[in-house]
């Protein structure tokens, strides 16, 4: 019988499959495992022969052994009757049925010996099913994991990671430059601010300044009518020609100007 080097033969498969491109691990697997359920089934039924055999063979033996007995005391019974002759050819039917029983006796210790092989052999292969069965399920997830492993492969591979990173240090120079535009623009806005209130703070010097000159202006400034040295005012009185109106705008003028 084959059967586990059947086994071995589909174990083996277990890692070719999970390794070859050109079949499904899943499908190997589960077809590994119904192999080897036929396998019990043809197994079990071999052992049911092989035990009906068995019992045939049994019940042969018995029935010779049981006739070689009978024809034994036949022999025994003749010879007390004083039947020589009779009693002779009941040891002959006697002789047959124990030559017969001891064939019979010898099959069936033969047919035992393989009926303990195969039902020894059911049995391991029953636990080796249950084995391969949890060992499908492992390699069934492992495989389903490296499928999925490989799909997330591609995907990576087929991505252009060089543009990404490309895009990426565009935007980031993009947001650096509109970073430096708003902190020039800030900048711009706090100088100027920063001149409104020199200029405010600067102004009341300037006013002060501004009212000192008026002031000097005002102490040095000679009075109305006042000439340069070495020359004597003139009088309305002696001035005969002098025009009123022009006194009346030079008045007004010194006036303007004191008040200034």
Known sequence: MNIFDRFVRVVKSYANALVSSAEDPEKILDQAVLEM?????????????????????????????????????????ALDKGEENLAREALKRRKD??????ALKSQLEQQ????E?????????????????????TL??????????????EMLGNI????????????????MALEAEADALNQLSTDDLAGKFALLEGGSSVDDDLDALK??????KKKAGDLPPGRTPVSSAS??????????????????????
């Open 97 to 102: 049925y124990e030559d017969n029983a001891k």
């Open 112 to 115: 035992t010996s393989v009926v």
């Open 160 to 175: 252009n990671t060089s543009s990404a990173l490309g895009a990426f240090e565009k935007m980031e120079e993009k947001v």
């Open 239 to 260: 001035n005969p020609f002098q025009d009123s109106e022009i006194e009346r705008e030079l008045n007004e003028l010194q006036r303007k100007t004191m008040g200034s």
């Open 140 to 153: 069934k997830a492992r495989a389903q994991s490296a499928k999925t492993a490989q799909r997330v492969n």
């Open 215 to 220: 002031r000097e202006m005002l102490g040095t």
């Open 37 to 77: 359920n036929e396998d019990l089934i043809k197994l079990r039924q071999a052992s049911a022969q092989v035990l009906a055999s068995q019992k045939q063979l049994e019940n042969k033996y018995k029935a010779a052994q049981q006739a070689a007995d009978d024809w034994y005391k036949r022999a025994r019974l």
């Open 117 to 137: 092989k195969l039902i020894s052999n059911t049995k391991l292969l029953e636990s080796k099913i249950q084995e391969a069965k949890s060992k499908k399920d």
